[in-house]
């Protein structure tokens, strides 16, 4: 794999303490994920991806069948396919199409946040091989990551330092998506915390104003009621005193 290299001046006191957040996001620039799972062959298989907006995704995958005779995974037939589709935070389907049992699938995301990716074979309850077990091999890689340097360098003739620099470059402009995307979460999370802060204020208030409601509506009905018993005490009292039995 290519490396970046990253020059400090000897002597520098500032060169190893700028040195490792440096390396740091440009590791986290260059995410990839390679992975291996079980479907049926008419069961669907999703994964969530954060992506930055403007950002390449290159999938990779390859599928193998298992064969009960040999009790192990053969490399899947040409006829079985793989149908792959990916929605982005809005829901909104920008890839959906169906491949052959391996190969490559790319998009470009244009909203931040969550995309869902999604996989299933192109088998039915009425195919040869219904009912079987898939293992898919899926390798994911996001950002710059997915650039292949070897034939952008054939392609542009470009020298090793050539390369370099451009790799540098778009690593750094992989870093802005990064930390955009993280403002931009940093904002929506906000907005939420205040909207649930400003939601729990006024259900404090709605909730004062019903103990106030029923305080008075409680002090009045009280207030009734004394009232009326103390006027039926003073009746009976004045008819003790005319001679009256009550």
């Not at 699938?105 to 192109?122: D, K, R, V, Y």
């Not at 104003?209 to 009326?228: D, Y």
Request: glycine share 8%.
């Amino acid at each position: 794999s290519s490396g970046v290299w990253v020059g400090v001046r000897a002597g520098s006191p500032l060169g190893s303490v700028r040195l490792f957040p440096l390396l740091l996001l440009l590791g986290l620039a260059a995410r990839s994920s390679a992975l291996y799972f079980h479907i049926g062959e008419t069961e669907k298989k999703c994964f969530i991806e954060e992506i930055p907006d403007e950002t390449m995704v290159i999938g990779n995958y390859r599928t193998q069948l298992y064969d009960k005779q040999r009790e192990e995974y053969q490399p899947a037939t040409p006829g079985l396919g793989m149908f792959v589709e990916v929605k982005d935070p809005d829901d909104k389907v920008i890839l959906s199409r169906q491949y052959g049992s391996e190969g490559r699938f790319t998009f470009t995301s244009h909203t931040p946040g969550e995309h869902q990716i999604c996989l299933h074979s192109n088998s039915t309850k009425f195919s040869l091989f219904a009912g079987g077990m898939l293992r898919v091999h899926l390798d994911i890689q996001v950002g710059e990551h997915a650039n292949d340097y070897a034939e952008i360098a054939a392609k542009d003739k470009l020298s090793e330092l050539q390369l370099r620099v451009r790799q540098l470059v778009e690593q750094v402009e992989q870093i802005q998506k990064e930390q955009n995307y993280q403002r931009w979460r940093e904002e929506r999370f906000r907005q939420t915390s205040e909207s649930t802060n400003q939601r729990v204020l006024w259900w404090s208030i709605v909730q004062t104003l019903i103990l106030v409601a029923i305080g008075v509506w409680q002090m009045r009905h009280l207030k009734s009621f004394f009232e009326g018993y103390w006027d039926g005490f003073l009746s009976v009292n004045a008819g003790k005193r005319m001679g009256f039995q009550p």
